[in-house]
């Protein structure tokens, strides 16, 4: 880009502050100037990251949504899962030089999280689930919704007198982190995960990582503080908006009930939503990825996100009934009969099922089951005798909640 076009651009993008709100111009100029920083951004990575098309496209659009992150309710944390070797460093560091207020961390202690801002790089992230991370690990559990907070009691002195206040800081944040042994059933599921391969191209693993001098990383960091000043996404009607359209839809579909104030929204936000609508997109899902669907529209590439949405999601929901206990004993319990049946019995055909060892997997015993039964709600009746605890399994509930993870 000439000197000149420079000029130029900055001149564009100061002059959506003086257009109308919802002008043909302003529109216009936004989504171009969006467009152009995706575009740069996935040039970066397809320069020095080896992967797939969905990941280049989530992770360009991740690192845009991090300058616009307190617009979001929530905001997903990326994951990388890789063998050694696989770049999961090297991604890092391009994340960290984009990313808003990029920092990049070898560990992460919990004053680290909540005293600073900015987006988090977290490499080798490994055994989150030991026991001395229970605290760090329930604060990363909350940061990637709007209003979690730590709550801290400071010193101050007053006029000679020493007395404890509260201190209040906020944990919501741009989180990256990457590993190869993979992550913790709930805190991966407030990941978007993606899995990074050994490449054998020299074109990617003779490149040195020149990030701090590139060019193209200066222009896109620049260009990135300038457009975030100066576009703004308005996201609080776009969420309120959503809930509105789906209570119509769902009324309108599902029910006999009239509906009588129907909503009117811009043709351009109806479509939005039928679209989001038509994925089947839900729950944790539509949580993790509407910052990213919101910012694809505004890009105009929404459609391409969405094809990789369904992929994503489906490959999410074969890893959940694979790794999830709960997923895996609603999946046991489906196939048994209701007849009464021993706890203890019952763990050990479960424990089969799993292919699980006693020695490797003490957790998995019969007060486990018995806990994990009541939980899922999925005990029909219970008796004690002689030998223990009988049960007759709930099995049209199980087969009832298999239907949600097909």
Known sequence: MSEEEVKMRAINLLELKKAEPDGFEKQQIKQEALKEIYEDIQHILRDYVDTSE?????????IMGTYYHDNFLTYPYLF?????????????KIIKNLAWEGDMLASLSEAVLFRTRGSLCIDEFERIDNKDKNALRELLN???????????????????????????FDTFR???????????????????????????????????????????????????????????MHTQNMYIDWNRYIIYTHTLLHTNTPYNNIPQFPQETEVFFRKINETGVDGRHLELFMPLMIIAKEIGILDELLVFVKILIGKKKIDEIIESKDVMLYQFISQQNTE????????NMFRNYCGEETAEDPWLNPRWMGKALKRLNLIGIKRRIGEGVQVVLNVEKAKLKMEIFK
């Open 142 to 168: 909350t940061a990637y919704k709007k209003g979690g907070c730590v709550k801290r009691m400071k010193k101050k002195k007053t006029l000679g007198e020493e007395s404890m206040v509260v201190e209040e």
């Open 80 to 92: 990388f899962n890789a063998m050694r070797g696989s770049a999961k460093t090297r991604t890092l």
């Open 340 to 347: 009464w049946i021993n706890i203890k019995d019952l763990t």
């Open 54 to 62: 969905e990941n280049y496209m989530i992770i360009a659009l991740w």
């Open 174 to 232: 741009p989180i990256c982190m990457a590993n190869i042994s993979g992550m913790e059933e709930v805190l991966g599921d407030r990941c978007l995960a993606l899995v990074l391969e050994k490449s054998n191209n020299p074109l990617f693993t003779k490149k040195v990582e020149d990030f701090e001098w590139n060019p193209l990383f200066q222009k896109v960091r620049g260009e990135l503080v300038s457009v975030v000043t100066c576009v703004y």
